[in-house]
């Protein structure tokens, strides 16, 4: 089955400045790779998704790449605020017949003043 | 995005006692939709995924006399904690598949036994 690998497991930036997280995938089958932002005792929340197709994706100050040699995609946000602070999971899918999303162990974002 | 209701966003229980909780997709049809359970500070567990009209797919360890899984319309899928103990206690949330493939989450249950 799927393996999605997350990293870093906490990261801490300033508002204003950039934050990176990288996920990787093992099964090469997979064409579906959203992003998930989940706040404390919330739902997880769709933020973007990337599918295989395509190598980017952008909105706003939220950008998604995905690189399917490598089998590893990165969720890009800039121009950090306060409110971004957040766990951020990564998932990856194959959508077809019986799939299931498989999500990446999380990433807890700490955007300080 | 889609909503996802889930009900009740919390609920205490005695020990022993069943409690069934909610997952309703309420503006498309999910044919598809998932279980997970969450511990603090962690991932989403994938528990089972419930697939309308026929019997869910339970992960390994998961087990399933234990949460019952019933998938009856394209609309509403229910998870029951079947003689509830202390360690059960955890925060339980569906999801509902969409045919393109996007997950939209219900809000959650926060289940308390004691």
């Known amino acids: 089955g799927e393996n999605v690998e997350q990293h870093p497991s906490t990261l801490s930036v300033q508002e204003g400045d950039s934050a990176v997280i990288k996920c990787t995938y093992s099964d090469s089958a997979s064409n579906y790779f959203p992003w998930y932002k989940q706040e404390l005792g919330k739902r997880p929340q769709l933020i973007i998704d990337?599918?295989?197709?395509?190598g980017e994706k952008k909105d706003q100050r939220i950008a998604v790449t995905l690189n399917k040699t490598a089998k590893h995609f990165s969720l890009h946000i800039t121009e950090t605020q306060p409110e971004d602070s957040a766990v951020y999971f990564c998932a990856a899918l194959y959508t077809g017949t019986a799939s299931k999303l498989t999500f990446g162990t999380g990433t807890r974002l700490q955007v300080t003043l | 995005g889609a909503v996802v209701s889930q009900h009740p966003s919390r609920v205490i229980c005695k020990s022993g006692t069943s409690v069934k909780i909610e997952c309703r997709s309420l503006?498309?049809?999910?044919?598809?939709m998932f279980w997970y359970r969450q511990f603090p500070k962690k991932s989403l567990m994938l528990m089972a995924t419930?697939?309308?009209?026929?019997?869910?797919?339970?992960e390994q360890g998961v087990e399933k006399d234990k949460f019952l899984i019933n998938h009856a319309s394209l609309t509403l899928s229910t998870l029951t904690v079947t003689s509830a103990h202390p360690e059960d206690s955890s925060f339980y949330i569906c999801?509902?598949?969409?045919?393109?493939?996007?997950?939209?989450f219900g809000e959650g249950s926060r289940l308390t036994v004691l």
């Open positions: 990337i599918r295989s197709n395509v």
């Open positions: 503006d498309f049809q999910a044919t598809t």
């Open positions: 419930s697939n309308e009209g026929s019997k869910a797919t339970y």
């Open positions: 999801s509902a598949q969409r045919e393109a493939g996007e997950l939209f």
